[in-house]
């Protein structure tokens, strides 16, 4: 299945929320009536069912405004339907700030923020639904609020939350935004690849409860993730993710940005996108991710989020939704291709193609029938599948640790799928030469290629090479001419195996050709795909 929007709309409305445009579905009407209207962080995508392409005018030109966060104020709340998800939101923010809180100041944020969810909570109604659970709540956030109240006065709080005292921070701020967009195309493999993460983490050392997770609905308490069951059910539950911060919803990837610059957070960002992708067919380099409420957030506007963080903060992305690969552009000024490079380090890897859906996202319950590109790629990262079994060392170079590069070489042979998975720097490679000139390298012997190859580079075509049974003195055009097509996968292994001898053409022609200026981007790409978890 395909982690793309699973019905088409025949027209789109742009509408302007938290000072981004998102794309929300409109009623049927004809088009001759009613034209489309246009207007103009180390980060993960992955999975969705039924892809179907959808044509609208994404934002590519003027930035968006961007409101910036002022200290909340305690309300006397009226009570409304939304009270409980105001609350849930008041507390995420508390929780997100709390994460980098140093000084009174910071802390003072933090209390204000429990007070508002607490004040809001209580405004209830004893005949609402989610009484009881708000009551536990207010229990849990008066807890929370006594903490931070005692840090504003520089009390020492080892004794109430020992968690925060007993071991450092991250090296990395780690961020994941995951979901379908509603309720029907919520498959329960999303919240089991978050659940995967966090055991990804555990198993490197990292500390789990210091991940900002947003997953879908959050904590509204919603049945909306969609499941099979023994019988071949469809049903829905409520998502169970331990330290889940809220809802994966533009405003909560706003204000996560907003705290990271508040807080002077200068850590590494590593954002992983799990749900789906949107193919923008008038501007294929400025796809979408789909968030909570058929939320849009396009190429164009992740990058110019990510440029109002200092350009000290690296970013790397793992995204393995439909349509992925055209997220490679977020390494340009404002994500688009056509301007220069931006200043601040940026990276990612992609499930596929920018031009084709993925593979991964089910209603299936059990994870071992599981196979797409995260899985793989967290498997390479850490040396332990999703179901727990020990996989083969993906550290080609022998350094003691795994690189996300090395992972994501890994992926490229683990993954039984029609994906092609891309990284920034080979989207980039492949941008700089012309289809007859990548047609003339694949006349050269494969054995050359490996000359000039890095070791996870060696590790793809080797592993593709055996498994065709191809003769490396021959060229990869002489080796192909007669391999039979009819089986997809097996088709995609060997275009895997033709881009990957084009990366490696392709980075030593730039290598010999002496521009410094390209060569040093070329060069800044691939040390940032070069870094991983560990130290």
Known sequence: ????????????????????????????????????????????????????????????????????????????????????????????????????????EDWQMVARQWERAIALLKSLSPSHPKKALAQRKIDEYRRNLTIARQRVKGQVFAAQNPSQTSSPASRLNFLVFA??????????????????????????????????????????????????????????KVPNIPHLRGAATIQNFQNWIETVIQQRDSRPIFFYFTGHGYKNEKNIDNNALIFWNEEYLSVQQFARQLERLPQKNPVVTVMAQCYSGSFANFIYEQGNPNLSVALQTRCGFFATIKTQPSVGCTAEVNEADYRDYSSSFFAGLSGISRTGETVPSADYNKDGKVSYAEAHSFAKIDEHTTDLPVSTSEVWLQRQRSEAQKAQLLQKPIAQFLQTARLEQQYVVNSLVQKFGFNPAQSFTENSRQFDLSNKVEKAYLTRLKME?????????IRSGGNFATIAILNRLIECEGESWKK
């Open 1 to 104: 299945m395909s982690p793309c929007h699973p019905f088409p709309l025949s027209v789109l409305s742009l509408r302007h929320s938290t000072g981004l445009y998102i794309i929300a579905p409109r009623p049927r009407i004809p088009m001759h009536l009613s034209p489309l209207k246009t207007a103009t962080l180390f980060i993960l995508l992955v999975l969705g069912t039924g892809c179907e392409s959808r044509t609208a005018s994404l934002p590519s030109s003027s930035s968006p405004t961007v409101s910036q966060a002022s200290p909340a104020v305690t309300p006397s709340p009226t009570p409304d339907p939304q009270t409980f998800n105001r609350a849930m939101d008041a507390a995420m923010s508390a929780a997100t700030i709390a994460q980098s809180a140093i000084s009174p």
């Open 179 to 236: 979901g379908g967009g509603a309720p029907h195309y919520n498959e329960i493999a999303l919240e089991k690849n978050v659940l995967y993460f966090q055991r990804t983490l555990a198993n490197l050392g990292e500390i789990r409860d210091r991940v900002a997770i947003f997953f879908a609905n959050g904590n509204d308490g919603q049945a909306s993730i969609r499941y099979l069951n023994s019988q071949r059910q469809e049903r829905f």
């Open 501 to 509: 001898l084009l990366n490696i053409g392709i980075e030593e022609q």
